[in-house]
């Protein structure tokens, strides 16, 4: 037995109804739409792809280290975000002792 469902109302946008095929006849590519609205500079940056994350101001360098089982264990005994804290901890440290 196959069930027809209604659609619900609360779904429907009535401000934006579904494209019919007119529409996508009608329908411009974005590259030739924006530089009429916003000028040939701000559409090429508003086209060009934006990939990953973006840029930290204070990027962390990537680095393998070896730590003592027991300092591992204790940082991530304290849950979710030991990592941080165990950087915390080292800038702390690095306030009254010198590396060297």
Known sequence: MVKHHKPNPEL????NPEW???DFRRAKPAAKVLPEL????SAA?????KRGRPASG???AH?????DAEVVD?????GAGWQTRLNAALK????????A
């Open 92 to 99: 702390d440290w690095l306030k009254t002792h010198s590396p």
């Open 58 to 60: 204070s990027p962390k």
């Open 12 to 15: 429907i946008d009535e401000e």
């Open 74 to 78: 204790a940082f991530r005994a304290s």
């Open 20 to 22: 019919t095929a007119e």
């Open 63 to 67: 680095i393998n280290l070896r730590l």
């Open 45 to 49: 940056e508003m086209l060009q792809p």
């Open 38 to 41: 916003f000028g040939a500079q």
